[in-house]
Nanobody, 120 residues
Framework: QVQLVESGGGLVQPGGSLRLSCAASGSILRINRMGWYRQAPGNKRDLVAVIASGGITRYADSVKGRFTISRDNAKNTAYLQMDSLKSEDTAVYYC??????????????WGQGTQVTVSS
């Protein structure tokens, strides 16, 4: 079994900052890729940022220059530093990871989500 647990969400004012964490646990041989997605009410789940095991990152255009994704491979943890937050960043943020388990191939896992609300 593999679990992803997000934390760090909350309520902030426009222009504020939050840092999200995603900790993976369970039977893990390695994590090939980790990413963050978000879903606002009535919308589909969209990619926010992805980081490969070697540190290469990709971002959605809407968050470039404001968000930074990072990871600590020793802790099986990914982070999303969110600065200069806007009201349109309000959503449930989900962690995603491609995990290789012992004696198994790689597959995707999802966290339960953490709410981020940006409001005055």
């Amino acid at each position: 079994q593999v679990q992803l647990v997000e934390s760090g969400g909350g309520l902030v004012q426009p222009g504020g900052s939050l840092r999200l964490s995603c900790a993976a646990s369970g039977s893990i041989l390695r994590i090939n890729r980790m990413g963050w997605y978000r879903q606002a009410p009535g919308n589909k789940r969209d990619l926010v940022a992805v980081i490969a095991s070697g540190g290469i990152t990709r971002y959605a255009d809407s968050v470039k220059g404001r968000f930074t994704i990072s990871r600590d491979n020793a802790k099986n943890t990914a982070y999303l530093q969110m600065d200069s937050l806007k009201s349109e960043d309000t959503a449930v943020y989900y962690c995603n990871a491609a995990v290789t388990r012992p004696d198994w191939g790689s597959r995707d896992y999802w966290g339960q989500g953490t709410q981020v609300t940006v409001s005055s």
